[in-house]
């Protein structure tokens, strides 16, 4: 294991090639930061962070990320020296809280070890699958017609699952028309935490009528026994996103039997190695677990692709191909759909891509560097 002697972390600001919009608001664009670690023999690492530019989908900002990073983060790699992933998730956990920044950080350090042994960052994570199956994430729409329109778009693309977004008073009628016009769409749907625990009854109603497989982090956050409720009476998964942190999080949720299906992200968790974690204890629990996604560019899904390669997340994952997000994507080669819904997982060393500099550098917004003081 050699050491990092030098971080650089950059701000980017990237338009979406449309608008996404949630029961937080509407996004047009996303700005986040990429940390790339350097090591003594001079192998690059990157990582991007999911942290978005307000505190909507969680407490952490691109503004408290890079707190995070610039107070503790990076001191930490100076002290150390030479740090494994794992090591570093173990040093972090001291530290309460921000797990994107963490994440972030994690994940430019796993990129680095797997490029360093020459192996792909699927491979060191020990995943098998040279493809990973997947679905697309689709925003509320201005119109219900719309809305068909951009669904049968990404079914004619090859998506062989969708999930749309929801809220009180976009839920039933999207759904109803999707059913209607699409008979044996596999699809699900994401409240992002946006009803009441009182309303089980009418998600329950609807998503039953309208066949959904799945319905995702209906209540806020700490509401784990309205989900738990929901969980007794669903013929349908009930998936947290939100509310699972960590792993004391998911044994509290599991043990509650407030999930039947886990939806896992590497920034919402602090990392690459607790991510692994909690695929392996939820499918040894039962549970379907599988990877999303936080509209990262290629840089972020190549992580969640690599992650996605393991053997316990056995549902389609939140990773659509690059033209679905940006154009051109920030890294060649770019994600393309492939047979039977699919996206492959890069072979080459580390994440298998690479940043394409200048398009990097176009829309690079801030620009720092830090080096380990050599005594
Ligand atoms: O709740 O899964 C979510 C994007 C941003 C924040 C939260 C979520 C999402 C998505 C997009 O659903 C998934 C993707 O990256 O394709
Ligand atoms: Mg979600």
Redesign the pocket.
């Given at each position: 294991m050699v050491a990092v002697r030098r971080v650089q972390l950059d701000e980017l600001e990237l338009p979406l090639v449309e608008p996404?919009e949630?029961s937080?608001g509407v996004?047009r664009k996303r700005r986040f930061l990429v940390v790339q670690v350097e090591s003594d023999d001079g192998e690059l690492g990157l990582g991007e962070c999911?942290a978005?530019k307000d505190p909507?989908?969680s407490s952490e900002s691109v503004a408290t990320a890079r707190w995070m990073i610039e107070t503790y983060l990076l001191p930490l790699l100076w002290r150390e020296g030479a740090v494994h992933p794992q090591i570093f998730r173990d040093r972090v956990r001291l530290w309460r809280g921000h797990p994107m920044a963490k994440a972030a950080v994690e994940m430019a350090l796993w990129d680095l070890w797997a490029r360093r042994h020459r192996q792909s960052l699927s491979h060191v994570l020990g995943g098998r699958r040279r493809r990973v199956e997947v679905g697309?994430?689709v925003?509320i729409q201005p119109s219900i017609p719309a809305l068909v329109r951009r669904v049968g778009a990404y079914l004619a693309e090859g998506y062989g699952r969708i999930?749309i977004?929801v809220r009180p008073g976009w839920d039933e009628a999207p759904v109803a028309a999707l059913r209607k016009e699409f008979p044996d769409l596999r699809l699900w749907v994401?409240a992002?935490q946006a009803y009441p625990a009182s309303s089980g009854r009418s998600i329950r109603r609807w998503a039953i009528k309208y066949g959904v497989e799945q319905v995702?982090?209906p209540f806020p956050e700490r509401a784990l026994a309205a989900h738990a409720a929901l969980v007794r009476r669903a013929p349908f998964r009930v998936c947290l996103?939100?509310s699972i942190t960590d792993l004391a999080s998911f044994e509290t949720a599991r043990s509650m039997k407030a999930l039947t299906s886990l939806?896992v992200?590497a920034g919402r968790v602090g990392g690459l190695g607790t991510a692994r974690e909690l695929g392996r204890d939820a499918a040894k629990e039962g549970l379907r677990a599988w990877v999303?996604?936080?509209?990262?560019t290629g840089i972020g899904?190549a992580h969640?692709v690599a992650l996605a390669s393991l053997a316990p997340f056995t549902f389609p994952a939140?990773?659509?191909a690059s033209d679905?997000?940006y154009q051109p994507d920030l890294v060649e080669p770019a994600f393309q759909l492939g047979p039977r819904s699919t996206l492959s997982v890069p072979q080459g060393p580390g994440i298998g891509v690479d940043v394409v500099e200048p398009f990097y550098r176009k829309h690079r917004r801030r620009h720092h560097e830090y080096r380990r003081q050599t005594p």
């Open positions: 996404f949630t937080f996004e999911v978005a909507l989908y697309v994430s925003g999930k977004k994401d992002n995702e982090q996103d939100e939806n992200k999303g996604g936080m509209l990262e899904r969640n939140d990773l659509s679905r997000y």
